[in-house]
């Protein structure tokens, strides 16, 4: 049994959570709001006080939060002399899989700062709630092949093991399959507001579009246990289109994000299908 630490139990971590230990593994987990992380005590799931207190004994530690500043502070502190950051509290030779959505420069970032007898996995991961309880998750891995070989048991139980190359490379491909997410459901808001327009309705055009290269953005659209904030693509898209010159459609689809009345809904309330 592995003894296994997730920092950042927001709807992702909680998935993560609940399949490793359907798969057998011992859990320890922080966040920040401890209230949310609550109910996994049912499920035998220790809740750690502290970053610090979460990672002491782990054999492998696993962060999926917000953005690059709460990895950061998460793993490092806040301040010089952070009892409480998770550093403080790991063994050596443990792997850190970092599983948050953040820009290719910060992963190698925080890489470098780790202490050298630590390692850092660069694996975000494709696939929303349902995958994850599933264990249906792409995870785009990258970084040595030890740290691969020392985490990619545990990583099977989740999903699908892409191995990347170095550390950023699974950060960058994150990027680029959610681009191509949020231009698809963008180009799908639109193909459907011209069917409103023309007098063609939303049933209709959905099964004609489903034969046709929008099929993975209605399959997504359609989704039932999926969960992926707007707030979060906006911010996924701002990283990626921080890395291009020009990406008009990607600007595009930042800007109807932007424009979204709730932010916390998920992404294919965008579409407006339920009303359609």
């Not at 798969?23 to 922080?30: D, K, L, Q, S």
């Not at 004994?57 to 998770?86: W, Y």
């Not at 494709?126 to 998750?137: D, P, Q, Y």
């Not at 939303?202 to 579009?209: E, G, I, K, P, V």
Request: glycine share 10%; hydrophobic share 50%; net charge negative.
């Amino acid at each position: 049994m592995t003894s296994i630490a997730i920092l950042g139990t927001g709807h992702m971590g909680t998935a993560i959570t609940r399949r490793l230990v359907a798969t057998g593994h011992r859990v320890t987990v922080w966040n920040r709001s401890p209230a949310h992380a609550a109910p996994l005590t049912a499920l035998g799931v220790e809740i750690a006080a502290t970053p610090a207190e979460a990672v002491a004994g782990a054999d492998l530690v696993m962060t999926m939060l917000t953005d690059a500043a709460a990895v950061e502070a998460t793993l490092f502190g806040t301040g010089p002399g952070d009892s409480d950051s998770a550093v403080t509290a790991m063994a050596p030779g443990v792997v850190v899989v970092q599983m948050s959505t953040i820009g290719p420069d910060e992963v190698r970032g925080i890489a470098a700062r780790l202490p050298r007898t630590l390692s850092l996995l660069d694996a975000p991961v494709g696939g929303s709630v349902g995958a994850a309880e599933a264990g249906t998750l792409t995870i785009f891995a990258a970084g040595s092949p030890a740290s691969l070989d020392l985490a990619e048991p545990v990583l099977r139980h989740l999903g699908r093991v892409r191995r990347c190359g170095p550390v950023g490379a699974g950060a960058a491909l994150k990027l680029v399959v959610n681009t191509a997410l949020v231009t698809a459901l963008g180009a799908l808001h639109d193909a459907l507001a011209v069917a409103d327009a023309i007098g063609v309705d939303a049933a209709t055009a959905l099964d004609a579009l489903a034969a046709g290269p929008l099929s993975g953005a209605i399959q997504r659209a359609t989704a039932t246990g999926a969960s992926f904030a707007i707030s979060l693509a906006a911010k996924d898209t701002r990283l990626a289109l921080r890395e291009v010159q020009t990406a008009p459609v990607a600007a595009a689809a930042l800007h109807l994000l932007d424009s979204a009345a709730d932010p916390t809904a998920d992404i294919a309330s965008l579409l407006n299908l339920e009303n359609g």
